[in-house]
Each structure stands twice: as C-alpha cells, then as structure tokens.
C-alpha cells in the first residue's frame, strides 16, 4: 500500500517508524514532515490544514491510505471530504471530531450518556460565567471550548484570576473564537493517564495506557507545555481499572456516538484523572497523543497498518492486538526558552551516536544546508524500550546524554512516578 501521513511532529515521526515496518507498505509519503522523517518517507511540502491539496496529491498519487496526526484538519472535515471523492483515510468524521474540536459538545455529550467527568457550565457571556463561579471553589477550571493548541486550559486560584481569564477568553477573544464558549470546570485531583483506542465505532483495542509530563519542570512544577515526555505502560493504570475505563467510559463513549449519529472512527484518545471515586475524563483527543503515541508505538509488537486497515474495514480484533512486554519512555529535547520564546536553526550533533535500541523522534528539525537544526520549541523525543521502565528510562537518557545543541533543555525526571 501507498500510505500518507499528515502532520510534522513527533507523533507523526512515530507513525511513519511504525508503519515502515510494515510488510504491506510499498511507499510512504509524509506532508510536511520533518528532517527525521525524511529518512523514512517521501517528504511531500503540503501543510497539514491545505485539505483541498492533500486531497489532490493523494488522487494523483493513488494514496492507498491516508493517516492524520494532528487535530485541525480533522474537525475542519478532511476525513469527509477524503471519503466523498473515494479515498481511504484514517480518522473521525468532521461531526465525531467534535469531542476534541467543541469542549462544550464534549462536556454536554459525557453529562448525556453519564459519562464520568467533573462538574460544569458551559457560558458563553461574561455575566453569566462569573455567576456560575459561585457554584465552584478553588482553585476552578476555565477552558475555552474550541481548539486552542493546547493552550487554552487555565486553572484558576482565585475569583480575581477567574474573572481575569473569563474576561480575556470571552470579551478580549484571547483564543479567537475558540473562546466563543467556556467551560467552567471543577477542579479534579489524581493522577493522569491516557489511554488510545482503534476503533471501527464499535469494536475498539486499546494500546498501552500511558502517562505524559506536561510541565515544564522537573517534578511536575513549572508552566504546561505541550508535554516534555511520556512512558507506557502507566502502572496507575492497573487491569481492573483498564476494565472499569472500558465499561463506565470508552463503551458508552462509543454507543453514544452512534446514538448522536457521529459514530467515530480512529484513534480515540481519553485523557483521564484517576480519583479517589474512580477514573473521569478531562479530555477527549480524536487522535493520536502528542508525545504518548512516541512511547505507546515502539510497545506494540503488532503491524499498525494491518491494524489500521482491519478497522477500517470493520474487522477489528481486539484479541490481534500484541504488545511487548516492558515499557518505553519518550525523552523530550526542547529548545531554550520553551514554552515561551526560543531561538532555532541551532545545528544538532550527536544524532548518530545514540546506543543500539535508541530512537530518536524528531519534532521541531529540519535541514539547512545538509546539517540537521533546530526548527521548533519541542525538538526531539528520545526514546527507548526496556524490560523494565527504570532500564527504558536508562537506556534513553544514555541517548539524551550525546545529543548536543546550543540551549537544549529536558527533563531529568521522566516517568519517575512509575519508578
Ligand atoms: P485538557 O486539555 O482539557 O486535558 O486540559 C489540559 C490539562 O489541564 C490536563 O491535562 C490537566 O492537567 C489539566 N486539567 C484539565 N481539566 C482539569 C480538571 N477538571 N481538574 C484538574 N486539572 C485539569
Ligand atoms: N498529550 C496530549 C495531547 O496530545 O493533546
């Protein structure tokens, strides 16, 4: 099969390592991609939200199957208009994307189908938002509805700073208008996890549940990021909670799509607070996660791309799925400054000189001049599986260790919960 990725990240370096390996893939094509990438696929230099183009270069190239990593493009539709003109691709509808693409549909849509998940309004006026705070304390939960490249989650300390961001969200359209609509969230305490399902709508396999760093800092301090590094398996995550997950969660999640005729298709990705009365959602992602996926692949023994294709085609088997045993862990290696301003075109040395069993996904590289620099905030995720998360954690840092550029930063404490 042809097979193309949309997308430039680390999650979209993953996909591709993951689908070269695969003995029915004949030619991979990646639109944009990154320097990493290029050594696996075709780089084809279209953006990742030019659907109308994506769409043209997959008929004129007789794309077997299309892949998409991140979230814009599909809650813009590209998978409806791939499917209208006849092409295979790999992703929810327009209409299903709106778990991710509508916090407010999401939120509405658990509360429906008594999915667990924290207490909520959804406002879409200053005056009545700051009414509904009184119904929570501190600190809360405001969330502009619509895409906001993960930055639009502010967890409020006081009733100054919820009137602050509620003002900067609603009337100042801080988000655009992804701020057309906020959710005003109660606080959940636990610990995080995320768990990625293939599913056909119905029939759904789960892969490895992970976990991910969003601070910045070691000891989880610091501002979010879009995540500084991830491990599978998340040992929060025990079998009796997977199944619990299952049944209160991704099965009614699932029927209820039907049920609202958006039946989804894809990789459905719960992110999950695991409380004192159980596993809730604080979010859905309609996609692969960012870096969870560059932990949660290299454990799947079995071929994505059959996967992939049997869901597609409706004969997903759950029973199919392998995983190895073990764990792997994800290192992000971000650029100085991160996640606020940050210099690029810093060259990257020590890329070939990683220990056998590294992996080094690339984010934000491309190529300038024949050498491989920096081009992004999130740089690379060095990776590595082990027969423990401690051998994992080992063996990537070894990798971090002889990877050189001018202001790298990383966390010297990934998955040390789970240690
Ligand atoms: P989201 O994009 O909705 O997952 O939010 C981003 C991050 O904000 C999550 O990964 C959590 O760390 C935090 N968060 C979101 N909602 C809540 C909540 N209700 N309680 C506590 N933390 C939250
Ligand atoms: N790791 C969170 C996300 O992919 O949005």
Known sequence: MKVLVIGSGGREHALCWKLSQ??????????????????????????AEDIKELFTFAISHNVDLTVVGPEVPLAEGICDVFRAGGLRIFGPSRAAAQLEGSKAYAKRFMAKY????????????????????????????????GLAAGKGVIICEDIGSARNTLNAILNERTFGEAGSQVVIEEYLRGEEA??????????????????????????????????????????????QLQERIEVEILRPTLAGMIEDRARFTGCLYLGLMICD??????????????PETQAVLP???????????????????????????????SIVMASGGYPGRYEKGKAISGLSDVPDGVTVFHAGTSLKDGQIVTSGGRVL???????????????????????DFDEKYFRRDIGYRAV
Do not use: W
Not at 201 to 226: F, I, M, V
Not at 277 to 290: A, I, M, Q, S, T
Not at 307 to 327: C, F, I, K, R, S
């Open 299 to 329: 454990m799947l023994k079995s071929d994505l791309l059959e996967l992939m294709n049997a869901t597609l085609d409706g004969d997903l088997d759950p029973q199919a799925v392998e995983l190895h045993d073990g764990a792997a862990v």
């Open 194 to 239: 995320s768990i990625l399902a293939l599913t056909d709508g119905e029939k759904y396999a789960c892969l490895s549940p992970s976990q991910d760093h969003k601070r910045l800092l070691d000891g989880d301090r610091g501002p979010n990021t879009g995540g500084m590094g991830a491990y599978a398996p998340a040992p929060v995550i025990t079998p």
């Open 277 to 290: 009365d159980g596993p809730k959602v604080l979010e859905y992602n309609v996609r692969f996660g960012d």
């Open 381 to 403: 995720g060095v990776t590595a599986r082990g027969t423990d998360i401690k051998s994992a954690l080992d063996l990537a840092y070894e990798g971090v260790d002889v990877i």
């Open 22 to 47: 695969s003995s029915k893939l004949s030619h991979l094509f990646c639109a944009p991609g990154n320097a990493g990438i290029s050594s696996i696929a075709e780089l084809v230099p279209v953006s």
């Open 114 to 145: 008594g999915i667990p998940t924290g207490r909520f309004d959804v406002c879409d006026n200053f005056v009545y938002a700051f009414e509904s705070l009184q119904k929570y304390s501190f600190p809360v939960v405001i969330k502009a509805s």
